[in-house]
């Protein structure tokens, strides 16, 4: 990438580059020890007659970033989805098995599936921002949650959500404009910060950089090592560097089963199944 | 721009100088006279019903558009009573149709499953292919009996002295009975359309408001019928146009009388009801050309109403930023 292509606000590290992040790396205790913020246990999901997941028993350990990786197809999707419910919208579907949000069920009868997704968070593969303005899409989250009182509360929120999704400085003085003036990588913080608005503990993103030039996915990307310090963040992507770059724990599905789970250097530098190698290393996929 | 893609509009409309086919170019001709014939035929229509209209105008100027009277044999003609009839109408129409449309395609589109879905909406769209005579026959025999006597009887013994638009005898046949009839009529093309712009709302659109906590509720109403829209004000024009234009029906049981009342219970008489009621019998010039000069005053009207429907669209689009 050319030097000058960057622009002067990004940091002057990538996060995998940087020492102190190899180190921290190194020092990552396994999954299971760490306090977990989404457990999934013998979860199967099924389209209809199609089962898309088979079994998944996972642990998301809380403020760090996990990546989950695997061939198109594989339900990572489908279990991102599961986790906020998102599938309910689909005739037909069914599940067995359970998945907890901080030891509760995201599943049980009564549960209030809009809290649930106040509290999970989710950024999707295409930029689907409001044909609204800028300022409308961030304080559309709190306001359908009640979660302000007064304009100038709601004017503080949607700057320090702009601000954490590092589009503040971009946008602040077109904030009126519609956000569909936005270029696609500022249309993705854009979601992100929409959906950091309502103060979710847990972020999902689903492939959030596919659709966007190398710049934007490495504003994305700095962006996510900077929210996983106070966010729960699982992402999906179809980009090996990126699950190296970005990831503390990687997630291998392959065919709607989780072949490995492990610490991302691990997982990358010396796999446990030869699946996982398989795919790494390119041989499938 | 050098967009290839708008690459002079003149270069992909007459025929191409390349002599290698001959097809092809019959082909561009035949198709530019299809185009190009459509706004000619309009020119034409306006063109002939203008001079038809034309001694009238010289005859009543302003005073045929602001005149109340309207008496063939004093050869008074005055057009209010029949612009008035049209357009109150046709609007009370669109504010009885509207609500009923969108709410119904809300129901069909959001919350009815499909096995009650299909059937309504089948249901809805074989009322868009009753002959306009037949509702006409139903509005005589069923809605005008059903309105004198459940609605504007008690509606007026009760309020008739307090609220104008109540007041009067209650005769069934009504400025209230032709709202109604166009209102049933338009609603099958206001529901469509709505229907067909709600389900064309991206499923991201609507994912975006549920994975940030809205309720369906919430996620209908600000996200996917703001993002339709355009679409919805689009249809209600489309109906309104059908409203102002319905003849048959609507001469069957608004009474055909040319007064302009304050009481939705007084009959009124509309544009298209004294053309198609009048013109046959019309004796004299001057009475054929002021009737002409009603259906001049009747395209006109939805001529403005068309264009500032596009207008409103427009509008509304830019808002959203599409
Ligand atoms: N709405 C749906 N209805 C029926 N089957 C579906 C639906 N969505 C996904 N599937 C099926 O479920 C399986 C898993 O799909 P999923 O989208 O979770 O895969 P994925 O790992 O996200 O793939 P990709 O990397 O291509 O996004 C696939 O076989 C897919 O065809
Ligand atoms: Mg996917």
């Known amino acids: 990438m050319n030097a000058e292509l960057q622009p002067s606000t990004m940091a002057p590290h990538r996060p995998s580059r940087s020492p102190g992040a190899e180190a921290e790396a190194s020092a990552l205790p396994p999954a299971r020890e760490l306090e977990s913020a989404v457990e999934a246990t013998d979860f199967s999901f099924w389209y209809g007659s199609n089962q898309a997941l088979d079994s998944i028993s996972l642990t998301v350990p809380a403020r760090k970033v996990t990546a989950l990786i695997g061939p198109s197809g594989c339900g990572k999707s489908t279990f991102l989805r599961s986790i906020n419910r998102m599938n309910d919208l689909i005739p037909g579907i069914r599940h067995e098995g359970d998945i907890t949000l901080h030891g509760d069920s995201v599943y049980r009868n009564d549960r209030d599936v809009v809290q649930l997704r106040k509290s999970v968070g989710m950024v999707f593969q295409k930029s689907n921002p409001f044909p609204k303005s800028i300022y409308q899409n961030v304080a559309y989250g709190p306001k359908v949650n009640r979660l302000v009182r007064g304009r100038a509360e709601m004017d503080e929120l949607v700057e320090r959500s702009l601000r954490r999704a590092a589009l503040w400085d971009e946008v602040k003085d077109r904030l009126d404009s519609s956000a569909l003036g936005l270029s696609g990588g500022q249309q993705q913080r854009l979601c992100i910060a929409r959906a950091l608005a309502v103060s979710p503990e847990v972020i999902l993103m689903d492939e959030p950089a596919s659709a966007l030039d190398p710049v934007a996915t490495q504003k994305i990307e700095e962006l996510i090592y900077e929210l996983k310090h106070e966010y729960t963040i699982l992402i999906v992507t179809h980009n090996m560097q990126q699950a190296a770059r970005v990831s503390d724990y990687t997630a291998f599905f392959y065919m709607g089963r989780l072949i490995e789970m492990g610490r991302t250097q691990q997982l990358f530098t010396n796999p446990h199944e030869e699946q996982t190698e398989a795919y790494i290393t390119g041989r499938f996929g | ?322």
């Open chain 2, 1 to 322: 721009m050098a967009n290839p893609a708008d690459g002079g509009l003149m270069a992909r409309l007459l025929p191409s100088r390349s002599k290698g086919n001959v097809q092809d170019q019959f082909y561009r001709l035949a198709l530019l006279l299809f185009g190009v014939s459509i706004p000619l035929l309009f020119l034409f229509i306006v063109l002939r019903i203008g001079t038809e209209a034309w001694p009238a105008m010289e005859a009543f100027g302003w005073g045929f558009i602001t005149g109340t009277e309207w008496n063939p044999v004093l050869r008074e003609f005055g057009a209010l009573p029949f612009i008035f009839g049209t357009v109150v109408s046709s609007v009370l129409a669109l504010m009885i149709a509207l609500p009923l449309s969108v709410g119904l395609a809300i129901f069909l589109t959001e919350l009815a499953p499909r096995w009650l879905a299909a059937p309504i909406a089948f249901a809805t769209e074989l009322l868009a292919a009753i002959p306009s005579v037949v509702y006409g026959l139903w509005g005589i025999f069923v809605l005008v009996p059903w309105l004198r006597f459940t609605i504007q009887e008690p509606l007026s013994r009760h309020f008739g002295d307090v609220i104008p638009i109540f007041e009067g005898p209650a005769y069934g046949f009504s400025m209230m009975a032709g709202a109604v009839i166009l209102s049933i009529m338009i609603i099958p093309f206001i529901s469509a359309v709505t229907r067909e712009v709600l389900t064309a709302v991206p499923r991201d659109q609507r994912e975006a408001a549920l994975a940030l906590g809205a309720t369906r509720w919430e996620m209908t109403w600000q996200v996917a019928l703001p993002y339709a829209l355009p679409g919805i004000i689009g249809g209600a024009i489309l109906g309104l146009g059908r409203a102002l234009g319905e003849t048959m029906a609507i001469t069957m049981v608004i009474g055909n009388r040319p007064d302009i009342a304050a009481s939705l219970f007084a009959p009124g008489y509309t544009m298209a009801s004294v053309l198609a009621n009048e013109f046959a019998e019309a004796t004299g010039a001057l009475y054929l050309s002021a009737l002409m000069e009603i259906a001049l005053i009747l395209f006109g009207i939805t001529i403005v109403v068309n264009i500032f429907a596009q207008l409103l669209v427009w509008r509304v689009a830019k808002r959203g930023g599409r």
